[in-house]
Nanobody, 123 residues
Framework: QVQLVESGGGLVQAGGSLRVSCVAS????????VAWFRQAPGKEREFVAG????????RYTDSAEGRFTISTDNAKNTVYLQMNSLKPEDTAVYYC????????????????WGQGTQVTVSS
């Protein structure tokens, strides 16, 4: 069983930056997909950013493109999401997810999830 633990959420003003982290209990080399999702109150969980190990490429949702950066530190079994130019609409619980199957942007295809970390952006 793979465990994922997020940290780094908090309260930030609009225009500010925040980095959230996710530590895995196993190497991300065993995973083909690592991603960040978020869920705002009353909304469905949505894809934010992810990395496909097979293509070694990152992918972002349109709202995150140019503002967010996903990266991994394989030595620390950690994946990061650096978020810049934050907006109030970025307020959500951010979840780290991983899967051994192919990379997708659908949350239903991910087997392993963290508990989430709250990010709140004030206007």
């Amino acid at each position: 069983q793979v465990q994922l633990v997020e940290s780094g959420g908090g309260l930030v003003q609009a225009g500010g930056s925040l980095r959230v982290s996710c530590v895995a209990s196993t190497s991300f080399f065993t995973m083909n997909a690592v991603a960040w999702f978020r869920q705002a109150p009353g909304k469905e969980r949505e894809f934010v950013a992810g990395i496909s190990r097979s293509t070694l490429s990152a992918r972002y949702t349109d709202s995150a493109e140019g503002r967010f950066t996903i990266s991994t530190d394989n030595a620390k079994n950690t994946v990061y999401l650096q978020m810049n130019s934050l907006k109030p609409e970025d307020t959500a619980v951010y979840y780290c997810a991983a899967d051994r199957a192919r990379f997708t942007t659908s949350p239903t295809n991910y087997d392993y999830w963290g508990q989430g970390t709250q990010v709140t952006v004030s206007s």
